[in-house]
């Protein structure tokens, strides 16, 4: 006899817990809107959400289609502002700066700008070289106009967000919408079967959640998979050093501040500091290590920022919040009938905004293979623990580029330049391209959060030349052919782009007003 899967049981809310359940509960249902699996959330009511802003990647478009919210609804309630990239600040040295956009490289065939990119000595930076809506990131422009339907764009977009509206707009949504069924209690034990699995949830004060299936979202404690079934952490501190990091929330100077349209992240001597502009405030924090810094210097080092960037006066008056991590995650993350997602499963850092996009990737991938019982578990449970481990380690070795290119002095940067730290298959890569270009057999275009154009951005961003192959190569010489014509037309679309794209808060204003056209 089989044990079907029928109700599956969420501990945790916040983001991971509320995007988690919302995407469970909008893909099993009928044509009707009827639940054929049941989903139940708990989460404590002493463990207030994290209202930080957070960067996404352009897949939350697609997530938030699929869950049923208004695009609309979800700009003028979470505050959020459209994201086109990532601006990066004196990474390569003082002075310098580069952006990697979501808009993938001009192409035309098998030939992309990059082969015909002249390197550092160009005169213009890779990304304004080969991507159309490059140059709207410097002029704080949107990514679409008023007249635009929700979710369509004229350039590649994801969001800045307040996570803690975020996580309410969830809430309000899956309970009332998805029929998620909600529960404010402390999870107090778990009752377990002789053959290891969670049988229920036994809460303060008696209640007690039967669920088939367990999902932890926990948080970093990981109160399933790590303290009950005693998953251990995958500790990578020897690769990407930051463990700490000081955010402050900072309101604009005056109603018409400019509201960016990428995610600016400046290089320190010991970290990075991320500037996240919402509608009516910009998140700033500083990621460090406390390995290189103490607390009282980075905690400096970001009031100096917040004075350069507002005044003195502000900077003296913040007051910021310390957060810490240990960069690495889960040995699996789904074992038994229990699967982390979020913080639970792992953390590494904020670089590139990979957390949002990994729940966004676990809860998808889980929907897409939840066995029928639990006895058909173990290849789901595999698929999901190799596709997972493989996403990790490719964001660690992503992440791990932007440094290892670094020519900014001190210790701090000495020790991620050191090729002791380089992951195996970043040594091979920057051996590969030291004489060939970027190409996009490079990373899996379909599986990998980050794809080729992602790292031909940041790779070419810090100065790298594409690879040189000396002998005659066919694809080569239709690249020096066309790229005339290819650069006159990006030429022609970057200008249309930006003349027709209105500034990121004079969009954000007009649909707080009016609302987006519905498709």
């Known amino acids: 006899m089989t044990s079907p899967i029928e109700h599956v049981a969420i501990v945790g809310g916040g983001t991971a817990g509320w995007l988690t359940a919302c995407i469970l509960a909008s893909e099993f249902q009928d044509s009707a809107g009827h639940p054929s ?8 009511p002493d463990i207030p959400t994290l209202g930080v802003g957070e960067g996404t990647w352009p897949s939350m478009r697609t997530t938030l289609q699929a869950i049923g919210l208004s695009e609309t609804e979800f700009l003028t309630t979470c505050a959020a502002s459209f994201k086109q990239g990532t601006l990066f600040e004196d990474w390569l040295e003082s002075g310098h700066q580069y952006i990697h956009p979501f808009t993938p490289p001009l192409k035309d065939g098998v030939t992309d700008l990059a082969s015909a990119w002249q390197g550092p000595n160009s005169e213009f930076s890779f990304a304004l070289s080969a991507c159309p809506s490059a140059g709207l990131a410097f002029g704080d422009k949107a990514p679409k106009q008023i007249t635009t339907p929700e979710y369509a764009f004229a350039a590649n977009y994801g969001y800045h967000l307040d996570a803690g509206a975020f996580a309410k707009l969830l809430t309000e949504h899956g309970v009332k919408r998805l029929g998620i069924q909600h529960h404010l209690l402390n999870i107090k034990e778990t009752k377990s079967t002789l053959a290891g699995t969670i049988e229920a949830l036994i809460a303060e004060g008696g209640d007690t959640i039967k669920a088939d299936l367990y999902i932890d979202c926990s948080g970093s404690n990981a109160l399933l998979l790590s303290r009950i079934l005693e998953v251990p952490l995958l500790k990578k501190s ?17 109603q018409d501040s400019p509201i960016a349209s990428s995610t600016r992240s400046t290089a320190m001597d010991h970290g990075w500091i991320w500037d996240i502009a919402l509608k009516h405030r910009r998140g700033i924090g500083y990621v460090h290590s406390s390995t290189f810094v103490d607390e009282r210097d980075a905690e400096l080092t970001l009031r100096r920022y917040i004075a350069k960037e507002f005044n003195a006066e502000i900077a003296n008056e913040i007051a910021p919040r310390k957060l810490t991590f240990e960069p690495g995650y889960r040995n699996c993350f789904w074992k038994q009938n ?39 578990m173990k290849s789901s449970a595999d698929r999901f623990n190799q596709g997972l481990s493989r996403h990790w380690e490719r964001i660690i070795h992503f992440l791990k580029l932007h440094y290892v290119l670094s020519k900014r002095p001190g210790a701090y940067w000495d020790a991620h330049r050191d090729p002791l730290s380089w992951p195996d298959s970043l040594v091979e890569d920057l051996r590969g391209w030291a004489n060939r270009p970027i190409d996009y057999a490079d990373a899996d275009r379909i599986s990998d959060l980050f794809p080729a154009a992602s790292y031909q951005y940041v790779f ?17 010489l239709k690249t020096t052919a066309t790229a005339p014509r290819m650069t006159a037309e990006l030429s022609k679309k970057q200008k249309a782009l930006f003349d027709a794209m209105p500034t990121n808060r004079g969009l954000l204003e007009k649909i707080h007003t009016f609302g987006l056209p519905t498709i």
């Open 238 to 254: 020897n690769i990407l050093f930051n463990n700490a990091a000081l955010a402050v929330q900072v309101p604009h100077l005056a």
């Open 460 to 476: 070419h961003g810090m100065g790298r030349p594409v690879g040189h192959d000396h002998r005659a190569r066919k694809s080569l």
């Open 37 to 44: 699996v049941k989903v139940t959330l708990i989460e404590s």
């Open 338 to 376: 229990v699967i982390a997602i979020g913080m639970s499963s792992g953390f590494i850092e904020p670089l590139e905004a990979s957390a949002l996009v990994m729940v966004e990737t676990s809860a998808w991938l889980l929907a897409k293979n939840l066995p029928t019982c639990l006895e058909d």
